[in-house]
């Protein structure tokens, strides 16, 4: 068990990958011992997800060294700079590693029956696998180089899985669009990592924060990875390829997207905070991220409200969601080298953000498999043509309406919490911010009745009258993601002491970061 | 198809390239070279025979099931020697100083010895296996969209 | 010869690169020209990673049969290697993605290929 645990950062990774080999030679026998195999291995890495976060919020940062002769050797022989690629997991990476294990275990078991019916399931299978596998690399690695790997990786399954169903012409269309902002973001953030790599030497997170000195192509540098994560992440001048790509891919793939683009998000959080730190001389970037995260929220919002796809208005939802996780985390650290008001309502600030964070990655993928379950049954995602579903899917109407109430921020649910938290911060800063953020709140609840209505009450259609609620294993898969809604609604104060604050004071603090690879030199 | 003495030099040359494939693999610890050079090396010789014979008759050879197995094989060799320094650390060289591949090199310009490197000869062995398996697929599947085929499920 | 060279001419090379393609993906709207600009982007980040190991007077990072002398940087040409590698498994689906959409609706100029608008 104590093996299992110092060997576990590795072991999330490499198991994904394992079982996305498997899946062909095992395939081609027989497909029901694929699909278990995928299913048992992805809850071995929720269980060893969870060990590994206990040990965290007990013991500090877990270090690992690939290929050294022990697991926490970062400099060995007495060198000066860490050799050899580590991966470094903090409170913050574990708090994304929770919400991903969880979310493509619920995805895992959507699909059982939601792709049924295609043909190439193994390759399905193989691409969902790699694409687990990139994420979690994404999340855990401590090295730049390595981030970028698995980036790629990440979008170039998560391409190939948008345009699987090649019948369709738009979902073809919509998967050539991610994959060409994919590559172009990978590209310019590769080029920001050589013009660090050349003056320092070195790839490693922890070094080179201890190294930076911030000179000119230090700032440069820093400009070119923000631009290129936050492509991914769908902020506003360049989110119009995120409604398209989104809207078409089928529904469990775009809950699993939502959280690939969380992870990108958590990519910059990374770069800002622990790498470039306090020498940053923030206020300038923190405002520029608040005026950016503000007009996300509205432009996001205002462009749902007249939609007709049902997958395309919550695309849009969740562009203008992350906004208020940028606006969060943007006002902290616009006030993160004054240390007085970091106490006051900054640390509330990040960590409303953060709360932020896992609240949609809880709601948000609830909504698109339900939007999936109205596609499974009425072979359309057009608003228009739908009506009267409520009369025979009982229970995606009960789970389409806990997903309503938590995103508009509705009182007994978790929306409520974060977005009351993030309010309250970020008034202290400027109160301007919080009307702007409260009246998207408004229009979020009346874009959502409105699609409710026209997809679930009304009178019940001819066309449809035959229509029955989704078979078990999808409902299995989306009742997972509504009791955790339900008891992060009923226990927000636990949740956010034991899950969010330790993750904000991961990120705050960059000098446990590097002391985690230095090792306590100077 | 092309004509006669264009498919007669084409079933010859193959050999050839084969061999300096092979060679580019099995030499990346010591000379410019290694998995992904080699297989892609390999592949441009598949290419030529796709170019020469039509990719019908191609297809008839390369079944896509044989390439199927052989990409996982190779990826899982690759993630099994990987697996198997788990003792101590993942990833770890566990062959150095064992006979299989296990001689320490003398330090400074020697004219190279292929018994040392540990795992690493190994695992270009199984890269390699898996690039030519990946990249003939995608060429052939990319010449049969073209053609108007599909390949079968 | 090789004093007339300014000694930055691989990143002036590398530059051009970059500025010609990003000039191709804002202004060029045939999807294989999209391709190809995105094709010389990678050529011109991957000439800059390597232009950034030279040491004057090197020689090729490899112990067979080397000459006497100092040796180039070899770890950025370790990342060269495997972004030459990743973006050929890019190129590749951007290729075969363009082929369905000719399938699909006949032409590849990406204003009148569209479908998803709004």
């Known amino acids: ?522 | 198809m092309l004509s006669k003495i264009v498919r007669t030099v084409a079933n010859q040359l193959i050999l050839f390239i084969l061999i300096f494939g092979l060679y580019v693999i099995a030499h990346g610890h010591l000379t410019p070279g290694g998995g992904f050079q080699g297989g892609a090396v390999i592949v441009s010789g598949v290419v030529m025979l796709l170019v020469a014979f039509s990719s019908k008759e191609l297809k008839k050879s390369l079944r896509e099931r044989t390439l199927s197995i052989m990409e996982s094989s190779g990826a899982l060799i690759f993630i099994g020697l990987a697996f198997a320094g788990i003792g101590i650390v993942f990833f770890y060289n566990f062959l150095v100083g064992t006979p299989i591949f296990g001689r320490i090199p003398v330090t400074g310009p020697n004219p190279g010895d292929i018994w040392t490197g540990g795992v690493i000869p190994l695992m270009n062995l199984a890269v390699g296996l898996k690039v030519v398996a990946g990249l003939s697929a995608v060429v052939l599947a990319m010449a049969l969209f073209s053609s108007g085929e599909e390949i079968e499920e | 010869m090789m004093e007339h060279i300014p000694l930055n001419f691989p990143f002036l090379a590398a530059a051009l690169l970059v500025g010609i393609s990003f000039y191709i993906l804002i202004f060029k709207r045939n999807l294989i020209k999209l391709i190809m600009g995105i094709g010389m982007l990678a050529s011109g980040v991957n000439l800059f990673l390597v232009a950034l190991g030279y040491r004057a007077g090197g020689n090729a990072p490899i112990y067979t049969d080397v000459p006497e002398g100092p040796m180039v940087l070899p770890v950025p040409q370790a990342l060269t290697l495997t972004s030459i590698v990743i973006n050929v498994a890019v190129l590749a689906l951007m290729l075969t993605m363009v082929i369905l959409i000719y399938r699909h609706t006949g032409n590849i100029d990406s204003k009148k290929s569209r479908i998803l608008k709004g």
């Open chain 1, 1 to 522: 068990m104590d093996k299992l645990l110092i060997h576990s950062p590795i072991l999330i990774i490499a198991i994904p990958l394992v079982v996305a080999f498997l899946t062909p030679l095992i395939g081609w026998k027989s497909g029901k011992a694929r699909n278990a195999l995928v299913v048992a291995s992805l809850v071995f890495i929720e269980f060893l997800v969870i060990i590994l976060a206990r040990d965290i919020y007990l013991n500090g940062i877990h270090v690992y060294t690939l290929g050294a002769t022990s697991p926490d050797l970062t400099l060995p022989g007495g060198a000066m700079v860490p050799i050899r690629i580590i991966l470094e997991v903090d409170a913050m990476s574990i708090f994304m590693g929770i919400i991903w294990a969880t979310v493509s275990l619920t995805a895992a078991i959507y699909s059982l029956s939601h792709m049924a019916k295609e043909t190439g399931q193994t390759r399905f299978y193989t691409l969902a696998m790699l694409m687990v596998a990139g994420c979690f690399g994404m999340i855990f690695t401590g090295d730049l180089f390595n981030l970028f790997v698995f980036l790629e990786i990440t979008s170039i399954s998560g391409a190939a899985l948008i345009a699987f169903r090649t019948r369709f012409a738009d979902s073809v269309e919509g998967g050539f669009k991610y994959i060409v902002i994919s590559a172009v973001a990978g590209l310019i953030f590769l080029f920001g990592v050589g013009l660090l790599y050349g003056q320092y030497n070195s790839l490693n997170i922890g070094f080179l924060a201890n190294a930076m000195q911030y000179s000119a192509l230090d700032k440069i540098a820093l400009t070119l990875f923000v631009i290129s994560l936050t492509i991914k992440t769908g902020m506003v001048p360049l989110h119009m390829w995120y409604p398209d790509s989104y809207s078409v891919a089928p529904a469990n793939i775009t809950a699993m997207l939502v959280i690939t683009s969380h992870a990108c998000m958590y990519a910059v959080f990374r770069v800002c905070f622990s790498l470039y730190g306090i020498t940053l001389g923030a206020a300038t970037l923190g405002w520029i991220v608040v005026i950016i995260g503000l007009l996300t929220m509205f432009v996001g919002v205002t462009m749902a409200v007249f939609q007709t796809d049902v997958m395309r208005f919550m695309s849009y939802h969740a562009i203008s969601q992350m906004g208020y996780m940028w606006l969060g985390v943007g006002v902290g650290l616009a006030v993160l080298g004054n240390p007085e008001a970091l106490a006051t309502y900054g640390r509330d600030a990040i960590g409303g953000g953060i709360f932020h964070i896992l609240n949609h990655a809880m709601y948000k993928p609830l909504l698109f498999l339900t939007a999936g379950a109205l596609f499974h049954r009425t072979a359309t995602r057009d608003l228009n043509k739908m009506g009267g579903l409520g009369h025979n899917m009982k229970f995606t109407l009960i789970l389409y309406i806990i997903g309503t109430l938590s995103i508009a921020g509705i009182p007994p649910l978790n929306g409520f919490a974060s977005k009351f938290l993030i309010y309250e911060s970020v008034y202290q800063f400027n109160p301007i911010l919080a009307v702007v953020a409260m009246l998207v709140s408004i229009i979020t609840l009346a874009s959502f009745t409105k699609a409710f209505q026209s997809a679930f009450t009304g009178p019940q259609l001819p066309e449809y009258k035959d229509v029955k609620e989704v078979p078990k294993p999808m409902l299995i898969g989306m009742g997972i993601l509504a009791a955790g809604i339900i008891f992060t609604s009923i226990f927000p104060g636990l949740v956010l002491e034991h899950i969010v604050y330790p993750a904000t004071d991961a990120l705050i603090n960059q000098a446990a970061y590097v002391n985690g690879i230095m090792g306590g030199m100077p």
